[in-house]
């Protein structure tokens, strides 16, 4: 006969504050096969642990229910004390009297002390009939993948390469760099965005361990923890990267326009051409959407051969070209060629997007003097459309009044909840350095609040009040356009509670950080879960934030949520150590709560096959007929098959057939 | 002299405002977006949207019962517009008004316009429109309820059985 061992929880206020836990102690003791029953303040502390492991070692029991918070943080602790005194770790049940009863109920303590009783006598029903079960283990492929090139991506391939491993780093756009790349300085610091981060793109792009695979998409994904095959689609270039020196001379001589995206369409970049002056690779590329195929010369085609000169006539950027590099007799192929990767983890670090002033009607946005702060930030860059000199788009002045417009999409219910959380910061940033070099311009910021928390950041706010940039608070309600192109701030002050009107020659708008649509079909791609504000969710908000719910993928960055470069950069680092330490182990392991298949019982009738969601069963010989087949690589454990099976033949190690009866019967009688 | 906050008197004046039609006072942030655009604010009624949620979620429903700035709102709805809390402040403000109603602490200004309108069908009515109207050629009564006792009749029949008939006021 089994020996139960019940212990239930305090957790300190969380379940003793609603339910009556000697109550449910008592009467656990009166359960068929409960041979003890104690109670702890905290079972998952030392001394909580300590006492399951005694009464394992004393013999006292050979069962263990803990009736506690949650399986989700603490299954693997009483499991691993289960171990720890000599009791196979399966052989433990958990209670989950927190979530279940205190939480859900705390104006109704008897009844959630009742319900706590129910869920531990269901426990302790099935409890009785578990059975050993051992873990398994599979062989890893030792390498990895970071998606994103941006600043958190490139961290954490150069922290995994540096580990020793492999590392692939997948990115969308023809260089590495992202939006860090794009920013001129960087607070709290200043220092020059690119002149930190170039060096950095330099030395991922050379490290022997780092494969960079730019202009590149990952669109499939199959496999498990240590062994991911991911399908990279390697976009078209019709430049042959292997003989492009980066010399532009292409860009030069195309005539064909499109908006910059890497000066947020201030200007316009040919169709052929390189990202930005200091691009990693420094590689060309066409973008076939704006090529207007110069001289005829159609992609996929011969040459025409001209009458006059008997010469093939070919399109100014392959005439350019000095290394012979662009090929435009290539046919077209949208779909690009699709390259197999085999990894065994994967670091998602697809970073953000901010969004556009078109969102904002109350903003203006039809002003060209109305510009999000990501475009100023190319505005007072040495690289960006005015070579650095803070000019106004519409007639190219120097503007006399500026003002900087925080939450615009933040923290509202219409766009997005959230606080972006570098905003403040940024602003505060764009408005020291206008104010450093131009003194005599007259700047107005308006916040919500103010949000500084960082270190040496609220020094950084005090400081541009020392400087003599106004800091309003409140929230500013809209803006008109007049005459000169200028535009009038609805603003309003708070300390004076007053509404404000500032006329300006330049608006600034914060427009909030979110995950771009492109993110959204990676992660359903990859499978990853999203949180309310619409970023990829974390296995757990505090104790797991580089882990997902799918073990083998990690995130860093922003596609988590909003963050700085300290914060993407440590996140980065963490989530890369994380993402090592299956290839460092070299196996991983597999928890047997997996479905099997009892070939002797099994039909071969097939249902089960399409039915399983991880496509983990297959039909195999066995003897001479077919036998369903599960693969403990594929099965999660959903138990779809077990259910459905005409025959019973198919086991959920953990969930049989007794002990899901024995939990109804506890539940029921 | 300082602010005494006592929670008896904040539940009681969220809960007033809540019933009377303000259901979303409770959502404000104190941005400040909604006073930035309203045109009662800026024409020097301090106490709308913003500064009045502050002043009601902090009990002082009472204190501030005589205060002429709800009176102000033109209900051009522009701070439900801006707000991003979806706390509709038109709504507190009007919710306020009707607390004000009830304890008859209605501003002169309204009370004439109600007159008005009970007496013509019409808030806003002056003698000098007659003369107006003349001028260019029309009859001096319009062709609303001023010359339509029929209709008048019904108009007063509804204020007379609406809460503003209950307060006694025609
Ligand atoms: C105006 C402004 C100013 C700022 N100033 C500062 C500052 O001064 N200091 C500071 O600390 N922070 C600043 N920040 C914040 C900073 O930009 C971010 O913290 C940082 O860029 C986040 O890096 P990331 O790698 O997570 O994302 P990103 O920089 O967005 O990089 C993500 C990369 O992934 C790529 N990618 C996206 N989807 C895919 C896909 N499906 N497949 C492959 N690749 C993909 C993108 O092309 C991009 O290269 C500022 C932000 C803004 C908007
Ligand atoms: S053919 Fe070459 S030069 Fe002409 S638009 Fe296309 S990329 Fe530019
Ligand atoms: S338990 Fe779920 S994942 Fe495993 S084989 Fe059955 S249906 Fe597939
Ligand atoms: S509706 Fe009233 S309170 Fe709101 S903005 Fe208009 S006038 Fe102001
Ligand atoms: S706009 Fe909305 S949240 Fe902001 S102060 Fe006005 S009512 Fe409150």
Known sequence: ??????????????????????????????????????????????????????????????????????????????????????????????????????????????????????????????????????????????????????????????????????????????????????????????????????????????????????????????????????????????????????????????????????NQGLNDRPAAYIQFPQAVPKKAVIDMESCINCAGRKIGSEPKVSKKTGQPMLAPCEKACPADAINRSLAHDPAGSIEEVNVGSIVVATGYKVMEKESFKEMAPESPNVVT????????????????????????????????????????????????????????????????????????????????????????????????????????????????????????????????????????LATAIELPKSATTLGQTLGLQFCGSGFFRELHPKLGPVETSTRGLYLAGCCQGPKDIPDTVSQAKGAAAAAAVPLAQGRVKIEPILSEVQPEKCSGCGICVPLCPYNAISLKEWGERPRAEIDITQCKGCGVCTTACPSSAIRLHGYEEDQIMAQIAALTS | MSLKLKKENIDEAVRTIMELGGKGILNCVQCGACSAVCPGVKAGFPVLCRLLIKKLTTGQLEEIIEEPSSWGCQACNRCTEVCPQGVRPQEVVFAFRRYQANEMAISTSTTTSQMNFYETGHAVYTESSKELRKQVGLPEAPPTTVSDAQGLKEIQTLLENSPMGELGFF
């Open chain 1, 1 to 262: 006969m089994a020996k139960v061992g019940v212990y239930v929880c305090h957790c300190g206020s969380n379940i003793a504050g609603v339910i009556d836990v000697e109550a449910v102690r008592a009467f656990a003791e009166t359960l068929p096969d409960v041979v003890i029953a104690r109670k702890d303040l905290f079972m998952c502390s030392d001394s909580g642990q300590e006492q399951i492991k005694q009464d394992i070692r004393d013999g006292l029991v050979d069962r263990v229910v803990v009736a506690a918070c949650t399986p989700r943080t603490h299954e693997p602790i009483f499991r691993a004390a289960c171990e720890a005194g000599g009791l196979n770790k399966y052989l433990f049940e958990m209670a989950n009297i927190r979530d279940q009863a205190s939480w859900v109920h705390p104006h109704d303590p008897e009844g959630a002390t009742e319900k706590a009783k129910l869920v531990v006598a269901s426990a302790v029903g099935k409890a009785k009939f578990l059975q050993p079960l051992e873990d398994k283990f599979v062989n890893v492929t030792d390498a990895a993948m970071v998606v994103g090139g941006g600043v958190g991506g490139i961290f954490a391939a150069l922290e995994l390469a540096n580990m020793g491993h492999k590392t692939y780093l997948v990115e969308k756009e023809p260089s590495i760099g992202g939006i860090m790349a794009m920013l001129d300085k960087t607070f709290p610091t200043n220092d020059c965005s690119a002149c930190i981060l170039t060096p950095v793109m330099v030395d991922a792009a050379a490290h022997p361990n780092i494969e960079v695979m730019t202009y590149s998409e990952v669109v499939g994904l199959d496999g498990y923890i240590g062994n991911f095959t991911v399908k990279v689609n390697r976009k078209q270039s019709y430049v042959d990267w292997n003989k492009c020196t980066g010399c532009g001379a292409c860009a030069e001589a195309c005539p064909a326009k499109a908006g910059d995206e890497f």
């Open chain 1, 373 to 508: 702060a990501l475009q100023l930030e190319r505005i007072i860059s040495a690289t960006g459309p005015t070579g650095g000199k803070l000019l106004r788009p519409s007639d190219n002045k120097k503007p006399k009044t500026i003002n900087f417009v925080s939450c615009v999409g933040s923290r509202d219910e219409k766009h997005h909840t959230h606080c972006s959380r570098v905003c403040c910061m940024y602003m505060i940033k764009q408005a020291r350095l206008i104010k450093e070099k131009y003194p005599d311009i007259n700047i107005y910021m308006h916040f919500i609040d103010v949000r500084t928390a960082g270190k040496d950041y609220d020094e950084y706010y005090t400081g541009a009040r020392k400087m003599g940039i106004n800091i309003l608070r409140g929230k500013v309600g809209g803006m008109e356009i007049l005459p000169d192109d200028r535009v009038r701030v609805l603003g309003f002050d708070m300390d004076q509670q007053e509404p404000v009107e500032i006329e300006s020659d330049l608006v600034v």
